[in-house]
């Protein structure tokens, strides 16, 4: 599976759009994009994937780009709440397995 | 909604200790897992299932081992726990639809001390 780099943190004020970058340079064709986040003490939680397409659904957007090397998440309204560890993942399309590998992630932090 | 619960949300054992941590899922998911979570080092996957009885050895197995007699339900046993295990554990399960990984759900972590 393709490797990720996010930046190590990011900050964002409440109620503005967080939006969080990742590159995923070598990324190939039958990889899909998976955003998940940690809030302190709990497990980690799904937002979001996608393959080529931009997708949105309840809790945020994904944008990737054409040529599929970089995808942002973003967060439209940023709430306190919101306050977590940000994973981006590419895993392979097809596998029944779905193993995740996660990386350090970025520390976003909404302020008032 | 779905739910991964794990049996204990803290545990403190002794060295040499067989330890047994317990995680159920009540959503018929074919995958499970079990990573461990350090400071600065994220989560790292020590092993999976992807149907009863059956299992993969993940990035870090060594000192553990696993056990999925029924779909719903997936043990880590640290035969002789080691206080380097001491640390956060957390399972999970996903569904298989078509063939692909959709999203995985996570419980909220044991955090075990090996002293």
């Known amino acids: 599976d393709a490797k990720t780099t996010q930046p190590p943190s990011m900050d964002c004020a409440e109620g503005r759009a967080a939006n969080l970058p990742c590159n995923h340079s070598?990324?190939?064709?039958?990889?899909?994009v998976y955003w998940y986040r940690q809030i302190h003490s709990q497990g980690p939680q799904y937002i979001i994937h996608g393959l080529k397409n931009n997708e949105t659904n309840e809790m945020a957007s994904l944008i990737i780009t054409e040529d599929r090397k970089s995808s942002t998440l973003i967060l439209p309204h940023a709430t306190l709440r919101d306050t977590a560890v940000y994973y981006c993942i590419v895993l392979s399309g097809g596998t029944s397995y779905g193993k995740l590998t996660f990386g350090q992630g970025t520390i976003l932090t909404v302020h008032p | 909604d779905v739910k991964v619960t794990q049996s204990s949300r803290y545990l403190v054992k002794r060295t040499g200790e067989k330890v047994f941590l317990e995680c159920v899922q009540d959503?018929?998911?074919?995958?499970m897992f079990w990573y461990r979570q350090d400071p600065g080092l994220g989560l790292r996957l020590i092993y999976f299932s992807y149907d009863v009885k059956m299992k993969e050895k993940g990035d870090i197995p060594e000192g553990y081992s696993v056990s999925r007699e029924k779909k719903e339900r997936f043990s880590l046993i640290l035969e002789s726990a080691s206080t380097n295990q001491t640390s956060m554990y957390l399972c999970?399960?996903?569904?298989?639809?078509?063939?692909?990984?959709?999203?995985?759900?996570f419980g909220q972590g044991t955090r075990l001390t090996v002293v």
């Open positions: 999970a399960s996903s569904p298989v639809e078509r063939g692909w990984h959709t999203e995985a759900f």
């Open positions: 070598t990324i190939s064709g039958n990889e899909y």
């Open positions: 959503m018929d998911h074919e995958n």
